[in-house]
């Protein structure tokens, strides 16, 4: 997850400060070098952020899958051992980033169980794997800039080697993969307000909310994936060609109709049968759904205004409603 924040801070480094782009050519220090180095002092695995950009990009499409170090007590005293079991890639059907498992949280929304009481021990309350909606927003958000970058000569790389087809690896432009994020994101993310609209892939059974923006494609639990939460105005934000403007000024209006309030968002559609919108860290009982805090994003306000705000007042504009 925080990867991805981390490429949208250094484009934003690079597009707003004067000169910015002379950052990518600054030495990072490699505390960890390779996947089984121990510590380095700094200064002694140094190499360019440009580097470091393209081997992040290049891990993530060629896939990672790796037990953390350490696993066990000693680094998360509540996680269940499948949790510390991570595994990432891109689908190259789509270009969609995926990632995590029902046992771990790859994203903000990284709250895991620790009441043995209520059972929830080791459980995350919202994994959220698949492909996150806001992930999705900040990878394609990267690669735009990449593409861009790469067309005005001052990023190299043309882009990622990767296995589209099972077969052999082939190159991956930018603005190959800025393209297949494209196509793909309104058909996969958007539920149309009429069912039986074959354009757009919503499966009617899990579907309590339409002209909303999923929450993620591929979860486990195949619920999740339909669960109106106010994760998709970041992807709004970063990627904002990604969305038809009529599916956004609708969706936004059921985000502020529902999810906004006087201090915030709500973390979760008050209708959704995992709501629970009361959170209390401090209090242990036989409550599953709530028990040490386990429904810290299944409901409570989280998510600051602002951002919601600003989408709701672009978005408006560009529809000419005022």
Known sequence: FYWRWWLQSVQDYCTIVPKGMDILSAPVSRLFPTDDSEPQPPGKADMPLRDVVQEALQRHSSGISFRERNAGPSLDQNMKPEGFDVAVGIDWKTGFVYGGSEWNCGTWMDKVGESDQAGNRGVPATPRDGSAVELVGLCKSAVRWLSQMHAKGVYKEKGVMADTEGLEERLVTWSQWDEMIQESFERHFWI????????????????????????????????????????????????????????????????????????????????DWAYRGVYDNSQDSGSYETARGFNYHQGPV?????????????????????
């Not at 985000?255 to 973390?267: D, F, Q, R």
Request: proline share 6%; with cysteine; net charge neutral.
């Open 302 to 322: 989280r998510r600051a205004r602002g951002q919601c705000g600003g989408l709701f007042y672009h978005s408006h504009e560009r529809n000419g409603c005022g």
């Open 192 to 271: 149309p307000d009429a069912e039986g609209d074959v354009t757009h892939i919503a499966d009617a059974n899990f579907v309590h909310q339409r002209t909303i923006y999923r929450d993620s494609v591929g979860a486990t639990k195949r619920f999740a994936d339909f669960q109106l939460r106010p994760n998709f105005p970041i992807a709004m934000t970063v990627a904002p060609e990604l969305f038809v403007p009529e599916h956004a000024w609708k969706a936004l209006t059921m985000t502020e109709t529902i999810l906004l309030g006087k201090l915030g968002m709500a973390t979760l559609d008050p209708k």
